[in-house]
């Protein structure tokens, strides 16, 4: 079975503290991507990965940014905390190969900027 | 642009009863098409996936999902719901560029509740 694991299940940050959230996946996945689930909202696509190094903005990638160093790890990371970006961060991954794959989910990291 | 379009915010549906939740999504070229499904406090879990072929498909846990291209709809199934059911449901929809695959366009969810 696919397994997407993030660091913190949850987060507490300070406003202005810079903050790391940590997504590692065990498939050897080609794409990973970084979500933020708000109520009446759903998900929506911050940034995502097709490989080592490269990187795409979502929908909102506005005072967010990503590092993807190894395949199997792909961080987002919060420059400056604010309030507005306390929210549930979800990490997910999937393969390419030829194709659309279905993504996998972490469980999920809730992070409240206080 | 892509969008996903879940009509119903909240449904509630008596345990033993039959259960659909309707999605409409919006896409220019092929869609691939998921039903995820969100517990409280989990991360998002695939019930089933349509990319092409029959336009019915099975997914986990009982549900189905029929994909209708002339009504750009993908609605969710089941016969019979359990009181585990009730969780959080998401339609979403992908496609693939040229540079590689994109992410998921999801709908805001549909909040299912199970009356006993």
């Known amino acids: 079975d696919v397994k997407v694991t993030q660091s913190s299940r949850y987060l507490v940050k300070r406003t202005g503290e810079k903050v790391f959230l940590e997504c590692v996946q065990d498939?050897?996945?080609?794409?990973m991507f970084w979500y933020r689930q708000d109520p009446g909202l759903g998900l929506r696509l911050i940034y995502f990965?097709?490989?080592?190094?490269?990187?795409e903005k979502g929908d909102i990638p506005e005072g967010y940014s990503v590092s993807r160093e190894k395949k199997e790890r792909f961080s987002l990371i919060l420059e400056s905390a604010s309030t507005n970006q306390t929210s549930m961060y979800l990490c997910a991954s999937s393969q390419t190969a030829g194709g659309i794959y279905e993504q996998y989910f972490g469980p999920g990291t809730r992070l409240t900027v206080t | 642009a892509q969008s996903v379009t879940q009509p119903d915010i909240h449904i509630t549906v008596s345990e033993g009863a039959s259960l659909e939740l309707r999605c409409n999504y919006s896409y220019g070229a092929t869609p691939y098409l998921f039903w995820y499904v969100q517990s409280p406090g989990q991360g998002l879990q695939l019930l089933l996936k349509?990319?092409?072929?029959?336009?019915l498909v099975q997914g986990i846990k009982g549900f189905e999902a029929e994909f209708k291209r002339s009504q750009s709809s993908f609605n969710l199934r089941k016969p019979s719901v359990h009181w585990s059911d009730a969780a959080e449901y998401f339609c979403a929809v992908g496609g693939y560029s040229g540079g590689g695959a994109d992410g998921l366009t999801f709908g805001k969810g549909t909040h299912l509740i199970i009356q006993p």
């Open positions: 498939m050897d996945h080609e794409n």
């Open positions: 349509y990319f092409s072929g029959d336009t």
């Open positions: 990965s097709y490989d080592v190094k490269m990187k």
